[in-house]
């Protein structure tokens, strides 16, 4: 049986699908992927050169680090640091670099934001050979999701007063959420099978009337509600199943849907290819 | 302190095999396989795909500790194949799967583009543009009257 597909909502950060004819493992390993396997790059060291804030050093590079950055790409774009030859130098093909540097000198709250993170050029040039990375970066990666975007509002990442000062160097990265949340693509994962319980998976808690307490879902309406007197068929399987991607804007979520299936692959070909 | 590195949970180290086939001598037809570097997402769908073949008669998969990244498949098969084969048939069956679920992909994305594409309607970016401002202030200097001009206490 081939799985069928249908996509019921789709916008730039957000996908909503319906997916059938596929096995829970499957429907699961789907969303564990979108979650944690796919790369995307993000500030990971920063070298904090003056921070008068009243925010310490440690939560300003906390929350640099959360910030999405555009990520289009990203497999051709940039290298992870361990494969490249620079050897763990961070060369212009496996890191990048942005700054900042905000001072107040007015009588009022200055917010800083993600709209003060500039895009540096590479000190590093690479070692031997070239690489075709740089060549391969669309115009605003690296940068934060909906830099210099009006209808964007950018990220608050402190508040300073007259006389206060926040520079800083961060070197952004590519890598994937197993190594730290902030390279997840996705702000929200939504994954739901069986709306009405007819497999029993779960018993809901419920102080007086379960019906009442526990009220379905939308997805409830693409599938028949069991009847009174029907049997429980202790032998069904799941098969329909409910996704919702929200992505953080780091990568379309047309993006991250369709990387899923070659990350997949891959590991796939890897225990395929080396157990025979 | 001693934690392990976090990209030791999925990068392949020199000298590391990524798969090992163990066989077993005391049950008929059986195998245990060691996959390094990969987590319940490969184990459970190879488990549950392994299954659905017939000539499987016992597929299980554990993460004996969840900070070793491996995991433990055991095969057993009726014996009109080996249980390492299997698993290859598995693999492909499932590389098989997804590609066709790459190409669904593929067409309902681009007829939802023919209809107006990402979020033609509503979400042309209004989905980021929620004006709803969390810190109560208008962006940029909000704030800034309550201070007035009163000395600063900070000494330039």
């Known amino acids: ?276 | 302190m001693n934690a392990p590195n976090r990209y030791e949970l999925y990068v392949i180290e020199e000298g590391e095999t990524p798969v090992e086939v163990i066989e077993d001598t005391k049950i008929p037809n059986a195998a245990t396989i060691k996959i390094l570097k990969q987590d319940h997402t490969l184990g459970n769908m190879l488990r549950a795909q392994l299954l659905t073949m017939p000539q499987v008669l016992f597929a299980g998969y554990k993460v004996p500790h969840p900070l070793h990244p491996y995991f433990i498949l055991k095969i057993q098969t009726d014996g009109t194949i080996t249980p390492d084969l299997v698993l290859s048939e598995a693999c492909n069956q499932l590389i098989g799967t997804l590609s066709t679920l790459e190409s669904k992909f593929k067409r309902e994305f681009s007829f939802k583009e023919a209809d107006g594409g990402p979020g033609a309607a509503s979400a042309a970016g209004g989905a980021f543009a929620t004006s709803d401002d969390p810190y109560g202030t208008g962006a940029g200097t909000g704030g800034g009257a309550g201070w007035g001009n009163r000395d600063d206490y900070l000494d330039f």
């Open chain 1, 1 to 276: 049986m081939d799985p069928v597909l249908r996509i019921r909502e789709y916008q730039r950060d957000r996908v909503n699908f319906v997916l059938e004819n596929v096995d829970l493992a499957m429907a699961n390993s789907l969303r564990r992927v979108m979650m944690a396997d796919l790369p995307t790059v993000a500030i990971d060291l920063v070298v904090v050169e003056a921070n008068t804030t009243v925010l310490p050093d440690e939560f300003i590079v906390h929350r640099l680090g959360m910030v999405p950055l555009v990520s289009t790409n990203c497999d051709a774009a940039i290298r992870y640091t361990r494969d490249c030859n620079c050897e763990g130098e961070s060369c212009e093909f496996c890191s990048m670099i942005l700054t900042l540097h905000v001072k107040c000198n007015e009588s009022i709250t200055m917010d800083v934001t993600s709209n003060h993170l500039e895009l540096q050029p590479h000190p590093e040039k690479g070692i031997e050979e070239a690489g075709e990375e740089p060549v391969r970066r669309t115009e605003n990666f690296g940068l934060p999701v909906g830099k210099n975007d009006p209808d964007v509002d950018p990220i608050l990442i402190c508040k300073i007063r007259k006389g206060q000062e926040l520079k800083v160097k961060c070197q952004v990265k590519k890598g994937i959420a197993k190594e730290h949340a902030k390279w997840s693509p996705c702000s929200a994962v939504a994954f739901e099978y069986d709306p009405h319980n007819k497999l029993r998976h779960t018993s809901y808690w419920y102080e007086t009337d379960e019906k009442a307490e526990w009220p379905l879902g939308e997805n409830a309406r693409e599938e028949e509600p069991s009847r009174e007197d029907e049997l429980f068929d202790f032998n069904a399987k799941p098969n329909k199943f409910y996704f919702d991607v929200e992505t953080d804007g780091s990568l379309g979520a047309q993006e991250v849907v369709m990387k899923v299936c070659d990350t997949f692959a891959s590991s796939e070909n890897v225990a395929d290819e080396r157990s025979t």
